[in-house]
């Protein structure tokens, strides 16, 4: 006498399918022939480079392009700082310390303009300082979300 039919698994069709005891059943034995591909396997095969190699790639690659202005702001950072330190009689390594601590918006507060001209360049060189800044997590921003987009396959966080 056959088996009763097992009428709680479901076909690639959605309706109910009827299967004996002994047949083997995809949703209780695990994948099949026709079980639906993972996540991972969408598209043809290619090497992906891993996340962080491919997003460190792409940030120094932008960096790259990038580096005619970033120098221009490290430049005028300098000349701002080197400025500041003529006006208030510092060292050239005091003055480029303060440039880019200021520069940074860090500011520990050891070296401090204490004349009017050079407390305005320095107002400016904290302006060039986030410029500069912000131009550094653009890019790295950027290099997440292509890295993003080519390892799980969208167009990048804002579409998940």
């Known amino acids: 006498m056959p088996a009763p039919p097992n009428l709680s698994a479901t076909g690639a069709t ?14 209780r034995d695990g994948a099949s022939a ?3 591909p993972c ?3 969408r598209g043809p095969r290619r090497r992906v480079l891993p996340w962080a190699q491919l ?3 792409v940030f120094f690659i932008d960096l790259l392009y990038a580096s005619p202005i970033l120098i221009c702001l490290i430049l005028l950072i300098g000349l701002s700082g ?7 009689g510092w060292s050239v390594s005091d003055a480029l310390y303060h440039a880019f601590i200021n520069a940074t918006t860090v500011g520990y507060g050891d070296f401090r303009p ?4 050079s407390k305005m360049i320095a107002i400016a060189l904290a302006f060039v300082g986030l ?3 912000g131009m550094v997590v653009a890019i790295a921003l950027h290099a997440a979300n292509y890295a993003y987009a080519q390892v799980y396959g969208t167009s990048g ?3 998940r």
């Open 131 to 133: 410029i500069f800044t």
């Open 34 to 36: 026709q079980s639906p």
């Open 82 to 88: 080197y400025r500041i330190g003529r006006i208030e």
């Open 114 to 117: 204490t004349r009017k001209r």
């Open 14 to 27: 959605g309706k109910v399918e009827s299967r004996s005891a002994g047949e083997p059943n995809p949703a």
């Open 157 to 159: 966080f804002r579409n």
């Open 55 to 57: 997003l460190l790639r």
């Open 39 to 41: 996540d991972f396997d």
